[in-house]
């Protein structure tokens, strides 16, 4: 992964107040609405621990262990909570939708490619985390909620 692309696009995208993760939500909530009952009506404290820990993956991207066990651990949370391997790729889209918007002109196909892996593989890791009696393959509706 290119860390360095990482860091710069997210510098050029992250607004002050988690307002690129606040932005997240409106979009997810907009394409998928079937996903919005498992989250409070206020999604700013969401917003903010979503920001926190996509700087965190960032810092620590280059350790393994660091990544596999808040990840694998995140993911298990996330089992628990319902969340279907579909609604992964559908908060990637999401995530990259807001970048791209708030980046305008300055986002770049190359930054698009760089978070799709990066969050592709944050996903895998998650995933892997689940526990063997969790079915993260679950069929959903076109909203992509269980």
């Known amino acids: 992964m290119d860390k360095q692309l990482l860091e ?3 510098t050029l995208v992250d607004l002050p107040d988690s307002g ?8 997810l909530f907009e394409r998928y609405p079937g996903v919005k009952p498992m989250f409070q ?3 700013r ?27 694998h651990a995140l993911g ?23 970048m791209s918007e708030i980046g305008g002109e ?7 490619t760089a978070w799709e892996e990066a969050l592709g593989a944050v996903a895998t890791i998650m995933l892997d985390g689940y526990p063997d009696e ?11 909620a269980a």
């Open 76 to 98: 298990k949370r996330h089992a628990s909570l319902g969340v279907t391997r579909p609604m992964y790729t559908a908060v990637a889209e999401c995530m990259i939708a807001a």
């Open 45 to 71: 404290v969401q917003a903010e621990m979503l920001r926190t820990a996509v700087v965190s993956v960032l810092d620590h991207l280059e350790d393994a262990e660091w990544l596999t066990t808040n990840l």
């Open 106 to 112: 300055a986002w770049t196909p190359a930054m698009t």
């Open 134 to 144: 969790a079915t993260p393959e679950v069929a959903t509706d076109e909203s992509g």
């Open 8 to 10: 710069e696009s997210l």
């Open 41 to 43: 009506r206020d999604t």
């Open 20 to 27: 690129l993760t606040v932005r997240f939500y409106d979009i």
